[in-house]
């Protein structure tokens, strides 16, 4: 077996072997053969990236087997490997193996851990095959493989109500997009007579000019299919419209959060725009629309993440604005920026969920902010881990000296949009800038309300029921859990009534530490690589890459520059005024601004529309069908009715079998007068 098919096909042997073994094979024997399968596939993903960046790799294509031939319709199973396919397997393999080394500590006292672990190794196959696709119907199979998965594990507890309902809301919006993607695939297969992604992009420019009819109208050719597909790219991706499931996929345990929400999954949309992107290139109204509904997500996210108070969602709300700024960059034709931003991303976004993750195991499960606080002198570790997290995603740096990741990668997105010139490129500027400064300050808000301030822990449920665990079913597992803390002598005097928050194990801070390490240099290290003036000489083609764009990109005037930077420090100042100077002041703002703040609150009442004008309608239709059309008319005129038939039929032809002599002469007598009555009549 070459590497390729080695880093595609280990994933899903472990996930077969966990999962058919389950509890019979027990839990430490499947975690190892997941988790090693991973560090194996990544271990063989970094070379192969690494090839690239030097730039003496070429794209490869390893065929597995052929597939489908039917008519004009053809095509076999291929890894593609390529610079886009590269980055790809890099942040999958990475952060997937991260992720199941972190659940060995997450995850311990879970009894279905087999479970756990399989699901994990399928998503990162069904994400692996995406990304090595060489047709889009190998790259629909990874997108509806990473669904499935994403589904199963987002319902993981599935004896609790809403973790079902959240997978299937997910797997429901999901399906939305998947109609667009697969009716953009048809119209690709009826428009290019293949479905081979080189073939497809190399006669991209033949549809300039060209028409289809949709709907009964006649559009643009390309326009069509590539909004067709950008819906799919929208659901997938959490795009405003179809952005609903990702908050509510939170229910999830907090690793899978990490590896969908944050690195893999969701960005999958971002990659199959990049990877079509000459595609896109043939229709401006096409990436119109990309930049519109980039921008306005990002703005829509990151207003919504401000009044959150569940650790887990600000994230999840963080990393759907932060789509919106990956998915605008496409729509002005910085690919090369998108793909920087999803790398950066994933390494700062997985370390801020495990970073979460931590901070919940330490505090009972408790995910709400408004009961955690003073954290810092406890669980100091991961408190650094988040401090590099939040730096990364609020992009703290200084120009030519050194940045954090998302310094890089989140400033060429707005000084390509704004070098873009367009007025839409110039409107994504804006609210970009303005995204940029709702993220530092829900980020530093997280941090502050999180790590610093008095410690608010006894007011939660969660932790009483673990003190009076602790102190009523044998104190001895309390002590060894917390033994260390008692050694300080502090605990008693915060009031929280012998409560003492633990640092997480190990095998949970190695890969929080390894990820520490991308998000502070992973921008330094690659920017001149993904944004090198030049000619693109990294991509190979794996993308369209706009020098003049580059170009522009690092001509605009100064304060365009300086715009990030200073909206970041005005972010961090509102924060540090209203949660540690100031404690009083959000309570204040509520007070004043109501309205608004349960508008964003209620995340702008999408679900509440939705409920409004799809599920209450769909009900309502539902109910009429059961109770009108199923039983008052099928069932009644149908099976019932028949049987009703049959029934009073039988009952009176029972009466005429009375078993008396004179009844039956009766009616012989009524017969016969019957019948010659018939003979005369005629």
């Given at each position: 077996m070459s590497s390729i098919q080695t880093i595609v096909f280990a994933p899903l042997a472990a996930a077969i072997i966990a999962g058919l073994g389950n509890k019979k094979i027990g839990a430490v024997p499947a975690k190892l053969v997941t988790t090693g399968a991973l560090f194996l596939s990544c271990a063989l993903s970094w070379p192969i990236f690494l090839s690239f960046l030097g730039g003496h790799a070429q794209e490869s294509i390893t065929p597995v087997l052929d597939w489908v031939k039917s008519g004009d319709l053809d095509f076999s199973w291929t890894l593609r490997v390529d610079t886009l396919t590269a980055i790809m397997l890099v942040v999958i393999t990475s952060v997937s193996a991260l992720v199941h080394l972190y659940s060995w500590g997450y995850m311990s006292e879970e009894p279905d851990q087999p479970r756990f672990f399989a699901y994990l190794s399928l998503f990162t196959f069904a994400m692996l095959m995406l990304v090595t696709a060489n047709n889009l119907v190998q790259m629909f199979f990874g997108?509806?493989?990473?669904?499935?998965?994403?589904?199963?594990?987002?319902?993981?507890?599935?004896?609790?109500?809403?973790?079902?309902?959240?997978?299937?809301k997910a797997f429901v919006v999901n399906r939305v997009g998947d109609l667009g993607f697969m009716m953009g695939m048809f119209g690709i297969f009826l428009v290019f007579k293949t479905v081979s992604i080189p073939q497809i992009l190399h006669d991209a420019p033949t549809l300039a000019g060209s028409t289809i009819g949709f709907l009964g109208f006649r559009f643009e050719t390309a326009t069509v299919i590539c909004l067709l597909l950008f819906v799919g790219a929208m659901g997938k991706s959490a795009q405003l419209g179809l952005h609903t499931w990702l908050p509510d996929a939170m229910e999830g345990p907090t690793p899978v959060s990490a590896l969908i929400h944050a690195a893999t999954m969701v960005t999958a949309g971002v990659f199959m725009v990049c990877r079509l992107s000459p595609l896109f290139e043939m229709s401006e109204t096409a990436l119109h629309v990309v930049t519109f509904i980039g921008a306005i997500t990002c703005f829509f996210a990151a207003t919504v993440g401000t009044t959150q108070t569940d650790i887990k969602r600000v994230i999840a709300y963080s990393t759907c604005s932060q789509l919106g700024y990956m998915f605008f960059a496409a729509g002005v034709g910085a690919y090369g920026a998108a793909m920087f931003h999803l790398f950066t991303h994933a390494f700062f976004k997985a370390l801020l969920f495990l970073g979460a993750g931590s901070v919940i195991h330490a505090m009972h499960h408790e995910q709400d902010m408004r009961y955690y606080g003073g954290l810092w002198k406890k669980i100091p570790l991961t408190f650094g881990a988040m401090m590099a997290g939040t730096l990364a995603i609020t992009g703290v740096g200084i120009d030519d000296v050194f940045g954090f990741a998302g310094f890089y990668s989140k400033d060429a997105i707005l000084e390509a949009a704004y070098a873009h010139?367009?007025?839409?490129?110039?409107?994504?500027?804006?609210?970009?800038?303005?995204?940029?400064?709702?993220?530092?300050?829900?980020?530093?808000?997280?941090?502050?309300?999180?790590?610093?301030?008095?410690?608010?822990?006894?007011?939660?449920?969660?932790?009483?029921?673990?003190?009076?665990?602790?102190?009523?079913?044998?104190?001895h597992a309390h002590d060894h859990h917390h033994g260390h803390d008692h050694a300080h002598g502090h605990g008693e005097s915060d009031g929280t009534a012998g409560y003492h928050p633990h640092e997480s194990p190990l095998n949970m801070l190695v890969p929080l530490a390894v990820l520490t390490v991308g998000a502070v240099f992973g921008g330094f290290a690659f920017a001149q690589y993904f944004l090198s003036e030049g000619t693109g000489e990294f991509w190979k083609g794996a993308l369209v890459f706009d020098e003049s764009l580059i170009h522009a990109a690092h001509h605009v005037p100064e304060w365009v520059k300086l715009a990030p930077a200073g909206v970041m420090l005005t972010g961090f100042a509102i924060a540090i005024f209203a949660y540690i100077l100031n404690p009083g002041f959000p309570a204040a703002?509520?007070?004043?601004?109501?309205?608004?703040?349960?508008?964003?609150?209620?995340?702008?009442?999408?679900?509440?529309?939705?409920?409004?004008?799809?599920?209450?309608?769909?009900?309502?239709?539902?109910?009429?069908?059961?109770k009108v059309v199923d039983i008052g008319i099928i069932d009644?005129?149908?099976?019932?009715?028949?049987?009703?038939?049959?029934?009073?039929?039988?009952?009176?032809?029972?009466?005429?079998?009375?078993?008396?002599?004179?009844?039956?002469?009766?009616?012989?007598?009524?017969?016969?007068?019957?019948?010659i009555s018939w003979v005369i009549a005629r």
């Open positions: 997108w509806e493989g990473v669904g499935l998965a994403s589904y199963l594990l987002i319902g993981f507890w599935f004896r609790k109500p809403s973790a079902t309902k959240a997978a299937m010139g367009t007025e839409l490129g110039h409107f994504a500027f804006a609210m970009g800038i303005f995204a940029a400064l709702l993220t530092s300050f829900y980020s530093w808000r997280l941090i502050f309300l999180t790590f610093f301030g008095k410690a608010r822990w006894e007011q939660s449920e969660h932790i009483q029921h673990a003190v009076h665990d602790a102190h009523g079913h044998g104190d703002f509520v007070a004043q601004f109501g309205f608004l703040y349960r508008f964003l609150l209620n995340k702008w009442y999408f679900d509440e529309l939705y409920d409004l004008i799809f599920v209450r309608p769909a009900m309502a239709l539902g109910r009429v069908f059961w009644r005129f149908g099976p019932n009715g028949a049987a009703w038939v049959v029934a009073r039929a039988s009952r009176g032809a029972a009466r005429l079998q009375s078993g008396y002599l004179y009844s039956y002469a009766l009616v012989m007598l009524v017969g016969l007068v019957g019948a």
